[in-house]
């Protein structure tokens, strides 16, 4: 594989304003039109005082900076492919809400060059700084000489 594509301590950040047409059409593409998340009348009675963003948006915006990590190195092997393994320890802290601006933070904190593979810790905060959700991402880097097995029998 040559030199890692990425390396401890490598970081990107990712800012967005929640907006209602972002909420909105969350839920049409989910089928998601849970009451916290639409209607801004049961919300206004409820402990929040308003609708809450769905927290899955937010993972949306996690892929986002995993995406933003693999073009931060220049990084152009043309025979290796990054792919998501998935997000562990996923955890929604705190509300988000309608007009506020969230910042994810994506920061490779292991690398396992044997397994090809690395661990990033991602934090999300608001506008004041609060952190809203934490997450751990795994991603992968798989070259033709690593396909899984199923995927070459299948060729």
Known sequence: MGEFPVAI???VAFSKT???????????????????HV???FMQTSPYGRRIAHGVLLVGFMSTTSTMILG??????PDEVAVSLGYDRIRFLAPVFIGD???VTYRIAEIDEVR????SKITVTNQRGEEVAIAEHILKWVTPQSRPARQVAAE
């Open 116 to 119: 090809c593979r690395s661990k």
């Open 39 to 41: 209607d801004e009348a």
């Open 9 to 11: 301590g490598d970081q």
């Open 101 to 103: 601006t969230v910042t």
């Open 18 to 36: 929640v907006g209602e047409s972002d909420v909105y059409q969350f839920a049409g593409i989910t089928g998601d039109f849970a009451r916290v």
């Open 72 to 77: 931060q190195r220049g990084h152009t092997n």
